[in-house]
């Protein structure tokens, strides 16, 4: 299990870093340039580091709101916070919507998110003897890291998100 744990703070690590990079890349053309919200922000992706995962919730939300076109980063970024927090449906739902609107490595992003939630709830389902929703959720884990690891193969480059598709796989062909 700690394996798991290591392996998703590595896929995820790596997903939120590209997003860091793309938020502290952004000037006064975003209309965020402001003070306040970098340090709302700071808030925010503090209170996630830190595991104070309501705090960052809660402090993602509100910025969402005034983000304009950091909105899909930071709505990534609240998935992510929902994955840690163990509120697994909710993080799929989230990156999972994200997904749907964004294309290229902010899709592949996304997807990470979704399949992993996907995968961790599915285990948890698995532990309750609940083989039935479990099976779904793992075929679309399957397929949301199957999406990202062929699109954007520099999001995996220790291998981790390919170490997770392979025990979907595996927890698939045991059921």
């Known amino acids: 299990m700690q394996a798991i744990s290591i392996a998703k703070r590595g896929v995820l690590g790596g997903v939120m870093l590209c997003g860091g990079l793309l938020l502290g890349s952004c000037g006064e053309s975003t209309g965020t340039g402001s003070s306040g919200f970098h340090s709302k922000y700071a808030v925010a992706r503090n209170a996630l580091e830190s595991g104070d995962y309501a705090r960052a ?30 509120s697994y449906a909710e993080a799929a739902r989230i990156a999972g919507d994200l997904a749907k609107s964004q294309s290229g490595e902010a899709r592949a992003a996304a997807l990470a998110v979704q399949g992993t939630a996907q995968h961790e709830q599915a285990l948890a389902l698995l532990a309750k003897g609940e083989t039935a929703p479990a099976k779904a959720l793992l075929t679309q884990a399957r397929a949301a890291l199957s999406e990202v690891l062929k699109s954007a193969t520099d999001m995996d480059p220790l291998g981790s998100m390919a170490g997770r598709r392979a025990q979907i796989a595996a927890s698939l062909q045991k059921l």
């Open 57 to 86: 919730k809660r402090s993602y939300q509100r910025l969402i709101a005034t983000a304009g076109p950091l909105a899909p980063r930071l709505q990534l970024e609240y998935a992510h916070a929902e994955l840690r927090a163990g």
